[in-house]
């Protein structure tokens, strides 16, 4: 079973940034297409960023294109989320996930965001 483990989060004042990593255990490149979603609280989880399984296509959600980037590092078999220019509304626990077409497959545990006015 494939395990996820994020890093990285913490807190920033707006305009700020912060790198979210996100290392995969048991998985092999190419297998999965992986995302980072987020979950605000009492809000319903969202899909911010995702990447294909070979890294050709990246998608955005609107609210953060042009602020976050989506990478993965193949030999390190790790996922990367750059979020630069951070707002209070990015406040949310991060979660990266490997998906199939039928949806997430696996989650990892999240980390915490938060960014300050």
């Known amino acids: 079973q494939v395990q996820l483990v994020e890093s990285g989060g913490g807190s920033v004042q707006a305009g700020g940034s912060l790198r979210l990593s996100c290392t995969a255990s048991?998985?092999?490149?190419?297998?999965?297409?992986m995302g980072w979603f987020r979950q605000a609280p009492g809000k319903e989880r969202e899909g911010v960023a995702t990447?294909?399984?070979?890294?050709?296509?990246?998608t955005y959600a609107d609210s953060v294109k042009g602020r976050f980037t989506i990478s993965q590092d193949n030999a390190k078999n790790t996922l990367y989320l750059q979020m630069n220019s951070l707002k209070p509304e990015d406040t949310a626990v991060y979660y990266c996930?490997?998906?199939?077409?039928?949806?997430?497959?696996?989650w990892g545990q999240g980390t915490q965001v938060t960014v300050s006015s």
């Open positions: 996930a490997a998906t199939t077409r039928a949806g997430v497959k696996y």
């Open positions: 048991r998985y092999t490149y190419g297998t999965y297409s």
């Open positions: 990447i294909s399984a070979l890294g050709g296509v990246t």
